[in-house]
């Protein structure tokens, strides 16, 4: 079956660096990945979303500076969390979308558990 | 723009049957989407209904009634590992294809 990995899985960083979160299709080619923010006890609130070789589409919201996303090729995507601060710490999970546009299409990465201190 | 609401909690003993509610104010959507999540995982999907009615995949069944803006989530034969959260999601967009996901509901299955 499709698997999307999700790396780290989880990381602590200092407030005021940056961390980057891969996420990478194993056996498919996405030509779309989404990234997800999920507080404790939340719902899934929809980042953005990127397509491979264009710039991401954030939602409403969402600062496009501070979440720097690259999808550089079809199997991988990144999310950047650029001057992190305490209240970025969140799960952090992405999904890449394979085929047509039916949510069985869809598989999530297990998420990245970032805490800033 | 995107909302859908679901209870917070349900709970359930093993053998029975629980029934997930969602109602949703979704502007070009296409479709209800329910997804499963154990504390810390990925969400793993469950059914989709893109059109009315109902759809069953073993012990779980969904329902969609566009018209009243609402579907459920089935569950049969409670299962203990089946304690975790449950979130209806909305597709919205043919070619982009955004889900926007519910608050979830977390069920406990009680021995």
């Known amino acids: 079956g499709a698997v999307v990995s999700q790396h780290p899985s989880w990381v602590i960083c200092k407030s005021g660096t940056s961390v980057k979160i891969e996420c990478r299709s194993l056996d498919f080619q996405a030509t779309t990945m989404f990234w997800y923010r999920q507080f404790p006890k939340q719902s899934l609130m929809l980042m953005a979303t990127?397509?491979?070789?264009?710039?991401?589409?954030?939602e409403q919201g969402v600062e496009k500076d501070k979440f720097l996303i690259n999808h550089a090729s079809l199997t991988l995507s990144t999310l950047t969390v650029t001057s992190a601060h305490p209240e970025d710490s969140s799960f952090y999970i992405c999904?890449?979308?394979?085929?047509?546009?039916?949510?069985?299409?869809?598989?999530f990465g297990s998420g990245t558990r970032l805490t800033v201190v | 723009g995107q909302s859908l609401e679901q209870p917070s909690e349900v709970t359930a003993v093993e053998g029975a049957i629980v029934q997930i509610n969602c109602t949703y104010q979704t502007s070009g959507f296409y479709g209800l989407s329910w997804y499963q999540q154990h504390d810390g995982g990925a969400p793993t999907f469950l059914s989709y209904n893109a059109l009315d009615g109902l759809e069953e995949t073993g012990r779980f069944s969904s329902f969609l009634s566009r018209s009243d803006s609402y579907g459920y989530l089935l569950l049969q034969e409670l299962q203990m590992k089946d304690s975790a959260s449950y979130f209806c999601?909305?597709?919205?967009?043919?070619?982009?294809?955004?889900?926007?996901f519910g608050r979830g509901t977390q069920l406990t299955v009680w021995p």
């Open positions: 999601a909305g597709l919205r967009g043919s070619t982009l294809g955004r889900l926007y």
């Open positions: 990127s397509n491979e070789g264009s710039k991401a589409t954030y």
């Open positions: 999904s890449a979308r394979r085929g047509g546009g039916t949510p069985d299409g869809y598989t």
